[in-house]
């Protein structure tokens, strides 16, 4: 089982970006996929979380500007961050849990920045 992540790169402020978080098997097979974002010397923080049922919670940072959703086909968890700000800089990890064990993605890198 597999989890990776995709879609960073640089962004203006104000801009927005789509994450993905591909998995190797049904993403209803999973309690739940979460998205994590680790700034630069900081410890991982939760952004937002999707559930096998498609319920979603956010993190009070993430609230109003985030958006976790899936593939119709689920296979694909996205993350669509809008109104960016440096202080969303980092890399952003997905994690889920399948029967007991937590996977990790590898990681996608989002600088914002001018």
């Known amino acids: 089982v597999q989890l990776q992540a995709s879609g960073g790169g640089l962004v203006l402020p104000g801009g927005s970006l789509r994450l993905s978080c591909a998995a190797s098997?049904?993403?209803?097979?999973?309690?739940?996929i979460g998205w994590y974002h680790q700034a630069p010397g900081q410890q991982r923080e939760y952004v937002a979380n999707i559930g096998s049922g498609g319920s979603t919670t956010y993190a009070e940072s993430a609230q109003g500007r985030f958006t976790v959703s899936r593939d119709k086909y689920d296979n694909t968890v996205y993350l669509q961050m809008s109104s960016l700000n440096p202080a969303d800089t980092g890399v952003y990890y997905c994690?889920?849990?399948?029967?007991?064990?937590?996977?990790w993605g590898q990681g996608t890198l989002v600088t914002v920045s001018s």
């Open positions: 098997v049904s993403i209803r097979s999973f309690n739940d």
């Open positions: 994690k889920g849990w399948r029967f007991g064990v937590e996977y």
